[in-house]
């Protein structure tokens, strides 16, 4: 892709929906020229509260995101300057010392739960994406992911999901569908994936 003000695409969906999965996907189909940012790097640093306290947090909410922050990040990477973002650990809800960094490039790939819900973070980006995936798949991915990952036990995600991620969901990332430019449900696959990827081919042509 030529060297011009950077491409920004947003991966919106429910949580494991498979927005890290088609981020990496469209990484590999465009070769060097992307990198990846996740939403979930920005949660709030928790570290300050008890566990207790902690295991209390809606963090299904938006407001458990440090806009503030990703807002930086993001201009940052519109200007074509190197930047850090921080490194989340989601087993202690609190932010570890170190950062990482990100280097311009021609594309960047961001995915999150609620990246179209406000207009002035809705604005950086050339392409919308919404992945709508049933709540069964979700939940049983969900389930997967955290016992794998995170340590939880069966029950905690189970508790969670329904009285906190689903409701949640119902409220701040549906709606979001609406504002996408493109909605991926059902069987999608490489088919889509292409046409996503000549997209963005258009747009910087």
Known sequence: MKKRRPLFVAIVGGSASGKTWLSE???????????????????????HLSPTRRSRVNFDNPVAIDWPEFNRVLRDCLRGRQTRIPVYDFKTHSRLKRTEGIRPKPVFIVDGLWLLRRASVRSFFNLTIYLDCSVT??????????????GRSNESVQEQFWNSVEPMHKKY???????ADVVLSGNWGQREISAIVEKLRLLDS
Request: hydrophobic residues 30%; aromatic residues 4%; glycine residues 6%.
């Open 173 to 179: 990332v549906t709606p979001q569908r609406k504002k």
């Open 137 to 150: 798949s979700r939940l049983c991915r969900r389930l997967n992911r955290d016992r794998l990952l995170r």
């Open 25 to 47: 996907k469209l990484g590999i189909a465009l070769g060097g020229n992307v990198a990846r940012l996740s939403l979930d790097s920005f949660y709030r640093d928790r570290s």
